[in-house]
């Protein structure tokens, strides 16, 4: 399986090159040549596994200069009773009739982001001795609040390897920002940026196409690379999720092989849902995809009037690791509906950059919405459905999984489509005690981890171990910095 940049075909990488470089120079994605395909035979077969075993079949589709072997012994520390508390890893919970919430949040950052992030740096360390690569690789990230922590804990004291997280000042919540700047490990950085994320994001997008960083970082025996949802490492593993979900309820006879399932997902930068739309596209039984957005809506009306525009109203919300208005992974999504049209990819993202926005094409916007269905949720809606959630079903929900919940019901009402669905619930409720305990009618005394007390007293729901133990942590990072700055904050981080 080779990859090609979304702006140039001529680009082409093996698995592990693109692993290892994770954003083509030129600026695009790199994105599989080809979509495998499965049957029910397959499927079937997946249902009777483990989940390091799932994902290890489902991979190696993909990585094909990956050994089966390889990809499992990876997944079996990657997803293993040493981070994750709950043997499956990614439980599909049943709320309702014909209602399934996917918990993604059971790994050491209690965040959606480590499903791929435990798996991901194993998969570089791989490329790099696969590829002769003898230099360090500097992952370079920016987070709107769960993909730094989830990054900064795969990559700790990983060889070969030094990773530098970029957050917005403000625009995480007081548990993110904790679990940030109390990070172990000798290769790892920090910063708060004075933005918002798409200021950070583009930052580091800058970053990684200046000619001039890239060769001083090469004297000095780096390269950078990424673990933002830019990175096929990111993507790939999150596939895996999505078949796991429709194999449980296969294997638990909530569903007949070959019934088809929708799935919603709330999204930022859109690639968890671009996760489930390729599991779709390989055959794995999916009807309608959901995208929910917050407040900030980009995404709703993208799908729905084929205008993606950017110059809009930011706002920082409630579930900050939505709060974006470049949905990077977009871009992938283009590329494959417009039959791998890399010059027609490349003028859109030119818009993007030099107005801000850009329109789709009439055959491409038919395609987009025949696949996904758009909504948003607003705060009063979010801390609405967290209470209705506690009350109706006694199960506490975060943020960013209202988000989804609210949406999916949106979609419902709309649509009359009451067939069984699954949404992915991306964080646990205590990386955001304070606006869950305000949305279950309680008032918040206090601030980050002191918080944490007062939901489990309130819910009797558990503590994740980790979180828990961020009372006993030592900030380490206090950097701040202009956007303008970026570059000289890695350069130094980089001597």
């Known amino acids: 399986m080779r990859y090609l940049s979304t702006r140039d075909k001529n680009v082409s990488l093996s698995g592990a090159e693109a692993i290892a470089m994770g954003l083509s120079r030129d600026g695009g994605l790199l994105t599989p040549e080809m979509i495998p395909e499965i049957d029910e035979k397959f499927l079937l077969a ?50 309702d009739k014909n209602l399934y919430c996917l918990e993604l949040w059971h790994g050491p950052t209690s965040a959606f982001k480590d499903m791929a992030l435990q798996m991901l740096p194993r998969l570089l360390s791989a490329a790099l001795k696969k590829t002769g690569e003898s230099r360090t690789a500097c992952i370079l990230v920016a987070t709107s609040g769960d993909t730094g922590k ?21 625009g995480v919540s007081k548990i993110q920002e904790l679990q940030m700047v109390t990070q172990a490990g000798q290769n790892v950085g920090v910063c708060a940026v004075k933005g918002n994320f798409d200021d ?13 960083i890239r060769e001083i970082l090469n004297k000095r025996g780096y390269f950078l ?31 007949k092989i070959g019934e088809k399932i929708n799935i919603c997902v709330p999204t930022g930068n859109f690639g ?25 809506d980009v995404l709703t009306e993208f799908i729905k009037t084929g205008v993606y525009n950017r110059d809009r109203e930011f706002y920082t919300t409630m579930s900050p690791s939505m709060d974006i208005l470049i949905s ?16 027609e990819v490349r003028a859109y993202m030119r818009e993007l950059s030099e107005s801000g926005k850009y329109e789709i094409q009439k055959d491409l916007k038919s395609k987009l919405q025949a696949e996904f269905w758009g909504g948003y949720c607003d705060e009063a809606g979010t801390s609405q459905t967290i209470g209705d959630y506690w009350k109706k079903y006694h199960y506490l929900i975060d943020t960013h999984t209202a988000v989804a919940a609210n949406v999916l019901e949106q979609y419902r009402e709309a649509t009359g489509d009451d067939h069984i669905a699954v949404f992915a619930s991306t964080a646990s409720p205590y990386k ?15 601030d980050g981890v002191e918080l944490l007390e007062k939901l489990y007293q309130v819910s009797g729901v558990k503590i994740p171990a980790r979180l828990a133990d961020l009372k006993n942590k030592t900030r380490r990072f206090d950097l701040t910095a202009e956007k303008s700055d970026m570059d000289k904050i890695v350069l130094d981080f980089l001597k």
């Open 432 to 446: 955001f005690c304070g606006s869950v305990l305000n949305a279950i009618g309680e008032n918040p005394d206090g």
């Open 328 to 343: 990077s992974n977009l871009e992938r999504l283009l590329y494959h509906l417009s039959g791998e049209n890399d010059m």
């Open 225 to 255: 690379s990424s673990a933002n949802s830019i990175n096929w490492g990111r993507i790939l593993p999150q596939l895996v999720y999505y078949f796991s979900a429709y194999c449980d309820l296969l294997r638990e006879n909530k569903i």
């Open 272 to 296: 968890d849902i671009l996760a489930a739309w390729y599991a779709k596209q390989m055959g794995l039984p999916v009807g309608k995809l959901i995208c929910a957005s917050n407040r900030n």
């Open 46 to 95: 997946l249902s009777g596994l483990s989940y390091p075993e799932r994902a290890a079949k489902v991979m190696a589709l993909y990585l094909t200069d990956y050994t089966e072997d390889e990809l499992l012994n990876f997944a079996r520390e990657a997803y293993g009773p040493d981070g994750f508390d709950d043997t499956r890893a990614a439980p599909a919970r049943e709320v």
């Open 200 to 212: 950070a994001q583009t930052g580091v997008k800058q970053i990684f196409s200046d000619v001039n």
């Open 150 to 170: 989830a990054a900064m804990e795969g990559f700790a004291d990983v060889d070969q390897t030094k990773i530098f997280v970029f957050y917005p000042k403000d």
